[in-house]
Structure formats: structure tokens, C-alpha cells
């Protein structure tokens, strides 16, 4: 007789935390790592032995094998994909498979970066270099940075949709009156739409303040099979449903500059999870510059192509701004941003639908928690995104 087959384990994240974020100078990258792990594991109340599987990138030769080594952990699953900031929503969707199918029980997805500190060391510079073979080296000889890509996509969306440079910098400004409310953000001081604008160039249209901050700083997440959230400290947070896409690495490979391959992970990841855009409480989005907001906005289903600048106008992605709140830690514009960010979307929205954003917590229309969140990565310059959507039943 054929064995019958096991109905696949649901999957929830019981363990968040960050490291020490913002200006840390005396910490290595490794040691980041552990801190994050170890606030998290505490996080959940459960023992470290039952973590079976580990998932890690950015960080040594054979990693997350030398991180593994590191945290004293052996784990019997692994997963090191390296799509850029959309790395740790498609780990995390792996993750969610592995552990669904008996393959794990415990997944600890890890990151910890001292890029601020690097830099500061003089370590490294303050160049992002990703080689001139392959693809790229098409690229590469007419200096076409990874900034250029994404500003040239902006002024696309401009072009095409008439979005302003106003609209844009809403985005920063707004970002800026979330991270007021976070006691954890690098950056909190109020700024303007004036002052976005009037802050040097970086790459046209991107003054200083549309560009992500850099910082220092590491986080953590526990995700875990059904049967242990008894066991755990925290109340449990679900994943419902994961999608995950590549659309290209060349410029000449994008079929079209104001579409981001959110448009497929964020359409895969709610049709799993059996919901839609208008049933999402609160957005965690990956925004290495303002664009990034604007058009995930659109592709994820918010609002409709080309509608962004509009939706983003008049304090809507603000906690209590009568909208949908995004990024409401202060994201990668004004909280932290220490390399591949993608892992603290997670933990932002963890702690919210957990009622545990003290100063910044988003409450429905009736008072009550938030039921449902969307976190979604991007890599590269627009080249992978990866989207979970996160529930607290």
C-alpha cells in the first residue's frame, strides 16, 4: 500500500530581535550575528538544541557553514541564497517549505554587518563592486552604478507617469515621521520635502536624503513547526504565503523600468496566503532609495501602475496617518540599513502584529492589533524580490 501522505506543518515565527544597531565600532560581524541569535532565541523561550536548521549570507567564504561554526550550532539544513535585499524573504520562504515538509523543525535565519564601521576603519570603501564578468561586463565599461540603474528606472516612472520629485521625496519625509516614533533609529530629526530636495545630488533624480543611510547591525528570526509554539514565550506569528521572483540583471534584459519583479512574489505570496492587498494591515518594504517604496507600492497591488506618487502623497504610509503604514520602524531611509536589510522587514513586522512596537504600534480603525502583514525584499537593482505575508491566526 502507498503511504499516505502527511498534511504539510504550518509554519510560524516565534523568536525577533535586532543586534546593536546604528554607530558600533567595536563589534565584528560575527559577533552581531551571535548577539541577534542570541536575543531571539530568548525571544521565543525555546532551548538552542532545537535548532536544526540555519540560514546566513553576506558573510564569510562557506557561509552560513563559518557562521553556524560560530553560534556552536550543527544544523541538519542550510540554506545560503544570495539574491541581495531580497535574500532573507526567499530564505524565509524556503525556510517555511523546509520545516511544511519534515525537513526542520527550528530555522534560525541570521545576519549581522559592520558596513558603517568598515568604512569608518577604512576597511573597505565606499564602493559596491560586483565584478565585470559575466553579464555585467556590458555594463560595467560606461560606469553604470547600482545607484545610475535605479535612478535611471525613477526617472522611467517619471517620464512615463508623471510622478515628481514631491512625491518622491514624500517618501523620505515620511519614513523620517516613523522613525520619530522608534527610540531604535539612527536617524529621527523631522525633515521636509524642501530639504530632500535641496540636499546634494547623488545620482539624478536621488538627492542625499531619497538614498538609504548606512549603518552597522545584525538581526534574527526563529521560525518553528506548529507543534512547538506551545513550548514558546511569545504568541505566534504565522506565514501564510511566500512568492519569490528573478526578472533580470542587465538594464538591456528589463522589459520595462516601472515594473518590479514584486509584481509576481507579491501576487504568488497572497494568492498562498488566500488574502489580498486591501486585507494587508501594514507594509514592510525594502527601500534603499524612495523609488523602491513608490513603485513595490504599485506592483504589489495598493494601488494601480503608474498610481504611486499619488497614493504616497499626504502622510499616508505614516503610523496613524489614515493610510497604510509602511516601513514603521523608519526602514532603510532613516532606521538602519547595514547591507542586505531584507531580514529586519521581517522582524519590523513580527513585533507589530505581536502589539510590540512600543511608541509606533499600528491599530486597526476599532483599536485592536494588527492582523496581517506584508514584508517584501528587492535585489540587485530591481533583479529579485521575495514577499511573505505574516498573520497572527
Not at 206 to 227: I, N, P, Q, Y
Not at 242 to 268: I, K, N, Q, Y
Not at 305 to 316: D, P, Q, T
Request: hydrophobic fraction near 40%.
Amino acid at each position: 500500500m502507498p503511504a499516505t501522505p502527511r498534511s504539510p506543518r504550518r509554519v510560524a515565527v516565534v523568536g525577533v530581535s535586532l543586534s546593536d544597531c546604528g554607530r558600533v565600532d567595536e563589534a565584528t560581524p560575527y559577533a552581531l550575528h551571535a548577539q541577534a541569535a542570541r536575543r531571539a532565541l530568548a525571544d521565543s523561550g525555546l532551548d538552542r538544541s532545537l535548532i536544526d536548521g540555519l540560514a546566513s549570507a553576506g558573510l564569510g567564504t562557506l557561509a552560513p557553514v563559518e557562521v553556524a561554526e560560530y553560534l556552536g550550532l550543527r544544523p541538519r539544513w542550510l540554506d545560503s541564497t544570495a539574491v541581495g535585499g531580497a535574500t532573507w524573504e526567499v530564505m524565509a520562504a524556503h525556510a517555511a517549505d523546509a520545516i511544511a515538509a519534515g525537513h526542520a523543525n527550528a530555522v534560525l535565519l541570521v545576519y549581522g554587518s559592520t558596513a558603517r564601521a568598515d568604512i569608518r576603519a577604512r576597511r573597505r570603501t565606499a564602493n559596491l563592486s560586483f565584478g565585470s564578468r559575466g553579464p555585467l561586463q556590458f555594463e560595467v565599461p560606461y560606469g553604470h552604478t547600482l545607484i545610475a540603474k535605479y535612478a535611471m528606472a525613477a526617472r522611467r516612472h517619471m517620464h512615463q507617469y508623471g510622478t515628481t520629485l514631491e512625491q518622491l521625496a514624500e517618501v523620505a519625509v515620511q519614513a523620517r515621521t516613523n522613525a520619530a516614533l522608534n527610540p531604535e533609529a539612527m536617524f529621527r530629526d523631522p525633515i521636509t520635502v524642501d530639504e530632500v530636495l535641496d540636499g546634494p545630488m547623488i545620482a539624478d533624480p536621488f538627492t542625499k536624503l531619497h538614498c538609504c543611510l548606512r549603518s552597522d547591525g545584525g538581526c534574527a528570526v526563529l521560525l518553528v513547526a506548529e507543534e512547538y509554539v506551545q513550548d514558546c514565550r511569545t504568541a505566534p506569528v504565522w506565514v501564510l504565503g511566500t512568492g519569490e521572483h528573478a526578472s533580470h540583471t542587465t538594464m538591456s534584459e528589463w522589459e520595462d523600468f516601472t515594473v518590479s519583479p514584486a509584481a509576481v512574489s507579491g501576487r504568488l505570496a497572497f494568492e498562498r496566503a488566500g488574502v489580498t492587498p486591501a486585507d494587508i494591515d501594514l507594509a514592510e518594504i525594502y527601500d534603499a532609495f524612495t523609488y523602491m517604496t513608490l513603485v513595490t507600492l504599485e506592483d504589489l497591488g495598493f494601488c494601480a501602475k503608474g498610481e504611486g506618487g499619488a497614493f504616497v502623497e499626504k502622510g499616508r504610509l505614516t503610523v496613524g496617518g489614515g493610510g497604510l503604514p509602511v516601513n514603521t520602524d523608519g526602514g532603510g531611509l532613516s532606521a538602519c540599513h547595514p547591507g542586505m536589510r531584507g531580514l529586519f522587514l521581517l522582524v519590523e513586522a513580527v513585533r507589530q502584529l505581536r502589539g510590540e512596537a512600543e511608541g509606533r504600534q499600528v491599530l486597526r480603525a476599532d483599536g485592536s492589533l494588527p492582523e496581517l502583514a506584508v514584508a517584501s525584499g528587492t535585489g540587485g537593482w530591481f533583479c529579485s524580490s521575495g514577499t511573505v505575508v505574516l498573520g497572527r491566526s
